[in-house]
């Protein structure tokens, strides 16, 4: 029997200001990312909270994305300190909990930065991917 | 859990508090009647042998109540170690206000310090009783660096398929008071389901608990199902203190630093996201 192999679903959360323009870069480069990423846009990488990644698990992602701006470059001045003190700890909770804490990344990416956002995402696919689907770690 | 406190101890508590009461407009504390134990405002005249000091209960919400129902109330409170960290952390929320809350701090035994795994079983406005040490470590935390990630997962999932969602570890906690929950919000939890969906449900409380958790062990005693939840809610803590050097109930001058700026309450670890 095939055996299909294994296509991560992978939600990525971007800062409007910040890393969806990075995105945009990549494009107009046109630079390669993995199409496992669905791309959701945020005003402030700082919105994003622990429920909201906690419910895209649920929903079936096998890997969760949070970009934002660089540490002084946030639109809001201090937004992404919220999200750079929240998710390594989001991370050690769903190590605590049994779920590869791993699934769950944070990353700073630029307007500018384009290759660095392929560069990401790329990396981030293939580490889920041999992660394998979460709904196995998870099984009920 | 239901042993007698040493007579001596609640006798100079009841006398504490009919000396405070001279001063202050009540002291909260629990009242023993024919229909059992509950919270109640003492007030001048009251018959004080009906204070009670077992079992444990936390009175922060209700006080967060009376303080903001009664914008100018001074307030005695009945309080062990657990209590009073409580109300630091209610405190810098504001939910209630340090000024108008006087703690009549009591130690607790220890055998209720070890029953709790308790690391201050005392109050610092210690009033009645000794402090006694410490009880030992949560012996499932002190090993659970090595248990691996499988093994923690069938773990969890065996105790969360045993809730019934009656919100009790909530409703118990002395830090909960959001008007409106994101544990019954359908954006977040759908609903219907029993157990609760894994994992949003209990991880949400557990992630809402990190910079709040005073370890007072409401939720474990309170759950009919025996769910270990403080387990999971110490090993946050133990995060939080390594992280961001935070102990909540610990210092009232202190923000909760996740709802600060890293200049305000800065990283001790390198996560990897300095630049």
């Excluded at chain 1, 890393?19 to 199409?35: F, I, K, M, Q």
């Excluded at chain 2, 007698?4 to 629990?30: F, K, M």
């Excluded at chain 2, 405190?91 to 009591?106: S, T, V, W």
């Excluded at chain 2, 090595?146 to 570890?169: D, E, H, S, V």
Aim: overall charge negative; hydrophobic content about 40%.
């Amino acid at each position: 029997m095939a055996v299909e192999e294994f296509e991560p679903r992978i939600v990525a959360f971007m800062c409007n200001w910040c890393t969806y323009a990075g995105a945009d870069n990549a494009g107009v480069a046109r630079l390669e990312s993995p199409a496992n990423i669905l791309p959701i846009r945020v005003m402030c990488s700082g919105r994003i909270s622990p429920e909201l990644v906690l419910r895209t698990f649920r929903e079936g992602a096998d890997g969760v994305l949070v970009m934002g701006c660089h540490l002084g470059d946030c639109h809001y001045s201090s937004g992404n300190h919220r999200t750079i003190k929240r998710i390594p700890l989001l991370k050690s909770l769903l190590g605590f909990a049994g779920i590869n804490p791993e699934r769950l990344q944070l990353e700073w990416v630029s307007a500018a930065e384009g290759p660095r956002f392929t560069q990401v995402t790329k990396a981030f696919v293939e580490r889920v991917r041999t992660l394998g689907p979460l709904s196995e770690e998870v099984a009920a | 859990m239901n042993e007698q406190p040493v007579p001596s101890i609640i006798e100079a508590i009841r006398q504490t508090v009919a000396e405070r009461l001279q001063e202050l407009d009540g002291v909260v504390g629990l009242r023993r009647s024919s229909e059992g134990v509950a919270p109640h405002v003492f007030q001048q005249g009251d018959d004080l042998s009906e204070l009670e000091i077992v079992p444990r209960y936390p009175l922060t919400t209700v006080v967060s109540r009376l303080h903001k129902s009664f914008p100018e109330i001074r307030l005695g409170i009945v309080a062990r170690g657990c209590d009073e960290r409580a109300f630091v952390e209610m405190a810098k929320r504001n939910q209630i206000d340090p000024d108008r809350l006087f703690i009549l701090g009591i130690a607790c035994t220890a055998e209720e310090a070890e029953e709790c795994h308790c690391a201050a079983p005392f109050p610092k406005h210690l009033v009645v009783g000794k402090p006694v040490a410490p009880g030992s470590p949560n012996p499932v935390v002190a090993e659970y660096d090595n248990t691996p990630l499988a093994k923690r997962n069938a773990f969890w999932r065996r105790q969360f398929a045993k809730c019934i969602k009656c919100y009790g570890c909530r409703n118990i906690c002395p830090e909960c008071f959001c008007e409106d929950c994101a544990m019954e919000d359908p954006a977040w939890v759908e609903p219907g389901l029993l157990a609760p969906p894994f994992p949003v449900f209990h991880l949400i409380r557990a992630m809402h608990m990190a910079s709040r958790c005073v370890a007072c062990r409401q939720c474990d005693l309170t759950c009919p199902a025996h769910i270990p939840l403080t387990v999971l809610y110490d090993l946050m803590r133990r995060d939080m203190e390594a992280t961001l050097g935070y102990i909540p109930g610990e210092d009232i001058k202190a923000p909760p630093p996740l709802s600060v700026t890293l200049n305000e309450a800065p990283l001790l670890v390198n996560t990897g996201h300095m630049d």
